[in-house]
């Protein structure tokens, strides 16, 4: 095989070998080993358990998973997430993924390189597949029989929107979320290795990260290492107030043989609806290129934030802190405070959806810098402030009060 191709998937399917240079030097190695809490595996330290990740050159599998996600969202921003599975008159797969924000779901998967890999969700009886296949990217609704397809000449492996296209179907999988997570450990993170454990069969070690300092919403986040061959087979991400895993992502059933060919051929049903992606979006196409923006896609937040939950306001975007407790404080410039707000979506001509998102906010709360309102979820927090500033980040409510209270 070539090097750059070599090289390629290496960075794709593999945590980067720069991670465990890195690490060496700015995480925290606990020199902790595992013990007998599952399989009897030789003991190993958190460095070398990243190592055999980042060694891990796993490029072919298939199997099922399971992903569940629960951020305690309100009612509201809940459904706009669509927690109603994967049911919708939608074959765009922005819109697919997003609904990995909320619920539980169960995902059959196949990859077999770089250029080929296919997502199928099956909740309940109706499906909806995202197939990779060289040039070709095609998303699938069996409900709607409706299909949406995007084509780069040059192979997905190749350019920006290559890339684009790899991170859809891969930003699902326990191995993306894992490599995630661990380019973003830094010296604000303890590593150890925790008890070993079982997963699809699989026996694995299980590499726990915590944060450092006090604040942050996250209590830690487990990753269950395969033990022959490094890839990772669950991210479980728990929350500091405890009750299930804020995220759990993991293999059910998993086999690294090479999958047939035909797992990732597709054509068009007929009588399908197509629609052309890259058309679509040149055309600025409606749902097309619509992607998860997080508290910004709320309805009213843009309007409670004078346009800057998305676009940056003022321009005056500060970040507090950094690590696990880093807070981003968003002056948005917005002519109305909230006690304005207030009375506005308690008016008589007030549209419903204003009074429904403010109620969905949490209590109100004071301190130095006056008064807000928190929205609070069980990993991101955000407090909007009555003069119109925004402190968002994955901390406790008691952590925006004292940021905005030392910010005012």
Do not use: C
Request: positive net charge; glycine residues 14%.
């Amino acid at each position: 095989m070539a090097t750059n191709a070599k090289t390629r998937k290496a960075a794709r399917y593999a945590v980067p070998v720069a991670v465990a240079g890195v690490a060496a030097a700015t995480v925290a190695m606990v020199p902790a080993f595992a013990n007998s809490g599952g399989p009897d595996l030789p003991k190993v330290t958190a460095q070398q358990l990243i190592e055999k990740v980042a060694a891990s050159d796993v490029q072919q599998l298939s199997g099922s998973a399971k992903i569940s996600t629960d951020l305690g969202l309100p009612t509201l921003a809940s459904g706009l997430l669509g927690g109603g599975g994967v049911a919708g008159g939608s074959a765009n797969p922005e819109d697919k993924i997003a609904q990995l924000a909320n619920g539980t779901h169960t995902v059959r998967v196949a990859a077999d390189g770089p250029d080929r890999q296919k997502l199928t969700f099956v909740d309940g009886k109706d499906e909806y597949s995202l197939v990779h296949n060289g040039a070709d990217v095609w998303g699938y609704d069996t409900k709607a029989n409706e299909v949406w397809h995007e084509k780069h000449p040059e192979g997905a492996a190749a350019g920006k929107d290559g890339k684009k296209t790899a991170d859809r179907l891969g930003g699902a999988s326990p191995q993306q979320l894992a490599q995630d997570v661990l380019k973003a450990a830094g010296p604000t993170t303890d590593v150890s290795v925790g008890e070993t454990a079982q997963v699809a069969g699989r026996d694995a070690y299980q590499l726990v990260l915590k944060p450092k300092h006090a604040g942050s919403t996250v209590a830690s986040v487990k990753i269950a290492v395969d033990a022959k061959n490094g890839v990772p087979l669950r991210v479980q991400l728990l929350a500091t107030e405890g009750g299930k895993p804020i995220v759990d992502a993991g293999f059910t059933k998993v086999d690294f043989a090479k999958p047939s060919a035909d797992t990732f051929a597709f054509t068009a049903p007929k009588g399908a609806k197509v629609t052309e992606g890259a058309a679509e979006e040149a055309k600025g196409g409606a749902g097309h290129g619509k992607k998860f923006k997080g508290l910004e896609s709320l309805p009213g937040l843009d309007a409670l934030t004078g346009g800057a939950a998305g676009k940056g306001g003022k321009g005056d975007t500060k970040v507090l802190g950094e690590g696990w407790s880093a807070i981003a404080r968003i002056d948005t410039g917005a002519g109305k405070g909230l006690q304005d707000l207030d009375k506005a979506a308690n008016g008589k001509n007030a549209p419903k959806e204003a009074k429904q998102f403010l109620d969905s906010l949490g209590g109100k709360v004071t301190g130095k810098f006056g008064e807000g309102r928190v929205f609070k979820t069980r990993l991101v927090n955000a407090l909007i402030t009555d003069d119109g500033k925004v402190y968002v980040g994955a901390v406790t409510k008691d952590a925006l009060v004292q940021a905005a209270d030392a910010n005012k």
